[in-house]
């Protein structure tokens, strides 16, 4: 069975530097996408950022990029520059490639952002 | 336009009381889900459908009902309303299969509160 960890509860930064936020995953399967989502005080679900499994290149979104490493099975998000919008708890999730019928999301990481 | 809504978004109730949390997504997506979030901020997924069919039921009380007229819509009916039923419940659509709008999209969350 597909699982998603998230080893770090709590998180973080002083503002305008750079965290990285970790996640490891373990599936059997080959293709899949992962996913980082984003939910604020608000508690809104918000997508930050996707990777689909056959891509080698990492993708970014402005200042949020992953650091994906598939043999490891390990998918971090890095966020530059953080600012005080950027303070909610991230999860990072996992889908398979052929299904939408379930998605696996790890236990979140509370980032805050020190002023 | 709003892509997945969820009525009520608070909902505070007494024990032994039953009630109903609504969800339309006007996104054309095909599989729907409903998730549980707990005071720790753990996603559960309760269930999964495809158009229209129950996909997933993840060991959930009987006494949670979903039901989907349409593949737009899917609803929650929750019997007999405990305590421990107190959480945020998501409801969130997907485009599917293969690589077609892969991500999940969220409501905005019903509080529900069991006095």
């Known amino acids: 069975a597909q699982t998603v960890t998230q080893s770090q509860p709590e998180m973080s930064v002083q503002e305008a530097e750079t965290v990285t936020l970790s996640c490891t995953y373990d599936?059997?399967?080959?293709?899949?996408?992962l996913f980082w989502y984003k939910q604020p005080p608000s508690r809104q679900m918000i997508l930050v950022i996707r990777?689909?499994?056959?891509?080698?290149q990492n993708a970014t979104e402005n200042r949020f990029s992953v650091n994906f490493q598939k043999a490891a099975k390990s998918f971090s998000l890095k966020i530059s520059d953080s600012q005080l919008g950027d303070a909610a708890m991230y999860f990072c999730a996992y889908r398979m490639y052929s299904s939408a019928s379930k998605i696996i999301f790890g236990s979140g990481t509370r980032l805050s952002i020190r002023p | 336009d709003t892509a997945v809504s969820q009525t009520p978004k608070y909902l505070v109730t007494q024990m032994g009381n039953d009630k109903s949390i609504k969800c339309e997504q006007n996104?054309?997506?095909?599989?729907m889900y409903w998730y549980k979030q707990d005071s720790k901020k753990f996603l559960k997924i309760m269930f999964s459908?495809?158009?229209?069919?129950?996909?997933i039921n993840e060991t959930v009380p009987n006494r949670f009902s979903p039901k989907s007229p349409d593949k737009a819509h899917l609803n929650l009916h929750i019997n007999s309303l405990e305590l421990g039923d107190s959480a945020v419940y998501f409801c969130?659509?997907?485009?599917?299969?293969?690589?077609?709008?892969?991500?999940?999209?969220f409501g905005p969350g019903t509080r529900l509160t069991v006095t």
């Open positions: 599936t059997s399967e080959s293709d899949y996408y």
């Open positions: 459908y495809n158009n229209k069919e129950l996909i």
């Open positions: 990777q689909e499994a056959y891509k080698q």
């Open positions: 969130a659509s997907t485009g599917g299969g293969r690589g077609v709008s892969y991500e999940q999209y």
């Open positions: 996104l054309g997506h095909d599989t």
